[in-house]
C-alpha cells in the first residue's frame, strides 16, 4: 500500500528477500496504521541500500518533509557498517532516517529463535507497539537499541494505534 506523502509516513528500505519478510511482517500487527508505512522491493545487498537511498530517495525525503526511511541491511559481523552507513546520510535528513538490521543476517536469527522470517517481524512490531524489548534484546539484535529508540520516538506516535 502506498502512503499519503503529505502526511507521517515511512519507507522501508530491504537489503535483501528476508529482510523483506521480515518488514513484511512487522506490518501484519494489528495495531500498525499500515497507511503510514510501505516496505519498498528489496535491492540486493546492503552497499546498494545505501545508493538506492542517496540516489533515489534523499532527493524525494526533502521534498516530502513528512517522510522517513528505514534502511534495513544486514551487518554481516561488521560493528563498524553502521558508522559507514550513518556517514553516507546528508545532514538535513539524519533525524529521518534509521538504521537497522541483524547483527549478522536474518538466517541466523532464523535459525536462533525458529521462527520464520514474517512471524520474526511481527514479534518485532509487538515489541514496538507494546514498549517491550522481548525479541529487539536477542543477542542478534540488541545493538540496534540507540537507533530503534531513535525511531520509535519518532515514529509511534503515527504508525501504532
Known amino acids: 500500500m502506498s502512503s499519503n506523502k503529505h502526511r507521517p509516513h515511512i519507507l522501508v528500505l530491504p537489503e535483501d528477500d528476508a529482510n523483506r519478510q521480515i518488514a513484511n511482517g512487522f506490518i501484519l500487527d494489528l495495531n ?3 497507511r503510514a ?3 519498498l522491493p528489496e535491492v540486493r545487498g546492503w552497499i546498494d541500500v545505501v ?3 542517496t540516489n533515489d530517495y534523499a532527493s524525494t525525503m526533502r521534498q516530502y518533509p513528512y517522510r522517513m526511511i528505514a534502511l534495513l541491511i544486514d551487518f554481516d559481523e561488521h560493528e563498524d557498517r553502521l558508522s559507514y552507513v550513518k556517514a553516507q546520510i546528508p545532514d538535513d535528513l539524519e533525524n529521518r532516517v534509521f538504521v537497522l538490521g541483524v547483527l549478522s543476517e536474518p538466517e541466523r536469527l ?3 529463535i525458529n521462527k520464520d522470517f514474517e512471524n520474526i517481524g511481527e514479534a518485532l ?4 507497539s507494546d514498549n517491550t ?3 529487539w534484546g536477542h543477542e542478534l539484535l540488541k545493538h540496534n537499541k540507540t537507533e ?5 520516538s519518532s515514529v509511534k506516535p503515527f504508525l501504532f494505534n
Open 133 to 135: 524489548n522481548e525479541l
Open 148 to 152: 530503534l529508540d531513535r525511531m520509535i
Open 37 to 39: 508505512i510501505q516496505v
Open 125 to 128: 512490531a509487538k515489541d514496538c
Open 32 to 34: 500498525l496504521n499500515s
Open 110 to 112: 532464523r535459525r536462533d
Open 51 to 53: 545508493e538506492k537511498f
